[in-house]
């Protein structure tokens, strides 16, 4: 391996700035996968406000802070999860022969690869925990309620499900999960490639922050617009409690797409697509555009060649 192969991967460049994104990113758009979960969570029968109305509802009967619940959960396992992924990506770029980002279906597979090891190895207990705590309706301005909330923090939810469920517990919904990751990061690294390397075939040079953002935003919303039934499902099954010799009601992913198709409709395994994509979408524009500014500047700080996420 030459000098220059070397220098390339900075593996640290990656965990760092897949780290940063992630914060950035979660810690901005938050309240939107609390509306998107709540209107998931909505059984036949249920109120079928749209993503505003169910903020305000949630605000006005909850208390502002009500809209970050499970923000713990998220950003126990937003670092890691960032810097599994973009670190991820690129090992299994170098392991496909493709670190200059060139054969579309190397990177389309690396993309597939870095979305399930994320979900196996961060997303899924951390969703758990955070879904749970989403799902309490207590105010989060009243004392008394708040004394009274069985899920607290991401270590005490994550304890208790453990205590009263066993641990297997954190990894309900694993299956949804993997290949709702893998999807989206499949679909979003390809896209991503594609878009930046003819615009920068075009421009003759680097793009500029906002052309990265306006491509990472563009990318994100792929995925999600055809994979939003996975995640309808996977958030019923992370949300239902299943004590010893109970049955659950979600029992996996077939027969809770059957079940609530049958039960709601099949328009309801596209409940929350709408707070999804308006999260997702600037959420990459986010993540991308972090990840590259930190990248580029953690480089020439180092003294490391460029790099970037394809």
Not at 22 to 35: H, I, K, M, N, R
Not at 74 to 96: C, E, H, N
Not at 252 to 271: D, H, N
Request: some cysteine; aromatic content about 8%.
């Amino acid at each position: 391996m030459s000098k220059d192969q070397r220098k390339n991967k900075n593996p640290i460049i990656h965990l760092i700035s897949g780290g940063v994104a992630g914060a950035v990113e979660s810690s901005t758009l938050f309240p939107l996968d609390t509306v998107k979960t709540r209107m998931q969570l909505r059984a036949k029968g249920g109120s079928k406000f749209g993503p505003f109305v169910t903020a305000q509802r949630i605000v006005r009967n909850e208390g502002l802070f009500a809209l970050y619940k499970g923000l713990t959960a998220v950003m126990a396992g937003i670092v890691p999860k960032m810097a599994v992924r973009f670190t991820s990506f690129d090992i299994y770029k170098q392991w496909l022969g493709c670190t200059d980002g060139k054969n579309k279906g190397s990177v389309f597979l690396a993309g597939l690869g870095s979305g399930i090891t994320e979900a196996v190895a961060v997303v899924t207990p951390a969703e758990v925990c955070k879904i749970r705590m989403q799902a309490q309706y207590h105010s989060m301005i009243d004392p008394e309620q708040m004394a009274r909330r069985k899920y607290r923090n991401v270590f005490q939810t994550a304890a208790l499900i453990v205590k009263e469920e066993g641990i297997g517990a954190l990894y309900k919904g694993v299956v949804p999960t993997t290949m709702r990751q893998g999807c989206n990061q499949a679909v979003n690294f390809t896209v991503y490639q594609m878009f930046k390397s003819k615009w920068e075939a075009r421009k003759g040079g680097e793009l500029a922050s906002w052309q990265i953002m306006m491509i990472g935003g563009l990318s994100g919303g792929m995925g999600p617009a055809v994979n939003n039934p996975l995640d309808v499902v996977k958030t019923r099954l992370q949300k239902q409690v299943v004590l010893p010799n109970t049955e659950p009601k979600y029992k996996g992913l077939f027969q809770g797409i059957g079940l609530i198709a049958k039960e709601e409709g099949i328009m309801a395994l596209w409940k929350g697509l709408t707070p999804r994509l308006l999260r997702i979408m600037p959420g990459q524009a986010i993540t991308f555009g972090t990840y590259e500014f930190v990248a580029k500047n953690l480089n020439q700080a180092a003294g490391f060649k460029k790099s970037s996420v394809v």
